[in-house]
């Protein structure tokens, strides 16, 4: 079955370091994955998008890798602050019913400390 | 350029009666989804739509929900009878382009007492 993980468990790091967060997906082949950051009662916000034949994407402090052999992509955030902390969501494309949609992973939350 | 709008934010409804969430997207955006959020649950896929079209309602449930895109006016989630499972966060999201990015709405919370 297709499955999308995220690790559910809060990532604690001290404020300057790099936040590191994993998406790993089984029985997908998404032409694209997407981070999204979601703070509490408020909607998703779109970050970044790659696609299938690019390895890495930047933008300001925030870096993506995609590896479609590994299945897996990591999201990191250098330079961390205490405004990053949210939590994390990816979201891969799905065309299981022959129309492009997202699933979304559960998400990991991030906590900067000061 | 006003990000998608979503009303009402918060919405209480007893057992059985309708629930009515509406949508309406960036200016420019043909193509809604909707999503539904429970704590601790990731964002579950419900419907796309188009205008005036549903493309893809795999992620609804059969009974009960219905969803609308008309040529004019919000796209909107209808939920009849409701039950207390109903209760969640009900995210809608646009995009100009199917594979676009997609820009989320704030959320319509709803609560079956």
């Known amino acids: 079955s297709q499955k999308i993980e995220q690790n559910s468990e809060a990532l604690n790091i001290q404020e300057g370091k790099t936040a590191t967060l994993t998406c790993n997906y089984t029985n997908y082949s998404p032409a694209y994955l997407q981070w999204y950051r979601q703070d509490p009662g408020r909607g998703p916000v779109f970050l970044l998008l790659?696609?299938?034949?690019?390895k890495e994407k930047r933008k300001e402090r925030l870096k993506v890798t995609f590896d479609t052999t590994l299945k897996q992509s990591l999201f990191h955030i250098t330079a961390s602050q205490p405004a990053d902390s949210a939590t994390y969501l990816c979201?891969?494309?799905?065309?299981?019913?022959?129309?492009?949609?997202?699933?979304f992973g559960k998400g990991t939350m991030l906590l900067v400390s000061p | 350029n006003a990000g998608v709008m979503q009303n009402p934010r918060h919405l209480v409804r007893r057992r059985g009666q309708e629930a009515r969430l509406r949508c309406s997207p960036m200016k420019g955006h043909s193509h809604v989804y909707w999503y539904r959020q429970l704590p601790e649950e990731g964002l579950k896929f419900m419907v796309y739509?188009?205008?005036?079209?549903?493309?893809?309602e795999s992620g609804m449930p059969k009974e009960r929900f219905s969803a609308e895109f008309p040529k004019e006016g919000p796209s909107i989630l209808r939920i009849q009878q409701v039950v207390r499972g109903d209760s969640a966060a009900y995210f809608c999201?646009?995009?100009?382009?199917?594979?676009?990015?997609?820009?989320f709405g704030q959320g319509t919370r709803l609560t079956v007492v």
């Open positions: 790659i696609r299938e034949n690019e």
């Open positions: 979201a891969l494309e799905n065309t299981e019913s022959g129309y492009s949609t997202l699933t």
């Open positions: 739509l188009q205008k005036e079209n549903i493309i893809d």
């Open positions: 999201a646009s995009s100009p382009n199917s594979g676009d990015s997609a820009f």
